[in-house]
């Protein structure tokens, strides 16, 4: 190999690190988030270089197994730190059942949506009007009464 090739190499290396510490990308699984974010949503999510914004959805370390990451709007911010909540409560483990997060949980803010095609885009710093998602099947539990009765 040509020493010239070698630097331009080098730098090449070089540039995609520096890229990967400033963006990153993400895809989204799990109904927390639904309408604004979908099972297989891909994102595309910048370093933090400011204090997370009310209505910014962002990415922080899970306070219940720091190996994953939750995408969650921020829903406010106290001495405590900030509360991460999901845009659909009910598929949601959020603020409600770990209380607030650390600021320095929060490393990236989501800035826009790649894929699907149909859905590229940037996200709006308020949720999506909630709809409901009928992506078929049953609900998780059909039957309550059974549940009740143990049958």
């Known amino acids: 190999m040509r020493p010239g090739s070698l630097v331009r190499l080098l730098i090449v290396l070089l540039a995609v690190r520096a890229v990967r510490r400033t963006i990153d990308v993400v895809e989204v699984r799990g109904r927390s988030m639904a309408p604004t974010l979908r099972p297989g949503d891909r994102l595309l999510a910048m370093r933090l270089r400011?204090?997370?914004?009310?209505?910014e959805i962002v990415l922080a370390a899970d306070p219940r197994d720091p190996r994953r990451e939750l995408i969650k709007r921020v829903d406010g911010a106290d001495g405590r730190?900030?509360?991460?909540r999901g845009d659909n409560p009910a598929a949601?483990?959020?603020?409600?059942?770990?209380?607030?997060v650390p600021t320095t949980?929060?490393?990236?803010?989501?800035?826009?949506?790649?894929?699907?095609?149909?859905?590229?885009?940037?996200?709006t710093s308020r949720p999506d009007a909630v709809i409901a998602i009928d992506d078929g099947g049953e609900p998780a539990?059909?039957?309550?009464?059974?549940?009740?009765?143990g049958s």
């Open 92 to 100: 949601s483990t959020d603020a409600r059942t770990f209380g607030a």
């Open 81 to 84: 730190g900030v509360h991460l």
């Open 105 to 123: 949980a929060i490393e990236w803010r989501v800035v826009g949506r790649y894929w699907p095609p149909g859905r590229i885009g940037r996200l």
């Open 50 to 55: 400011r204090p997370a914004r009310a209505g």
């Open 141 to 149: 539990c059909a039957f309550p009464e059974a549940s009740i009765t």
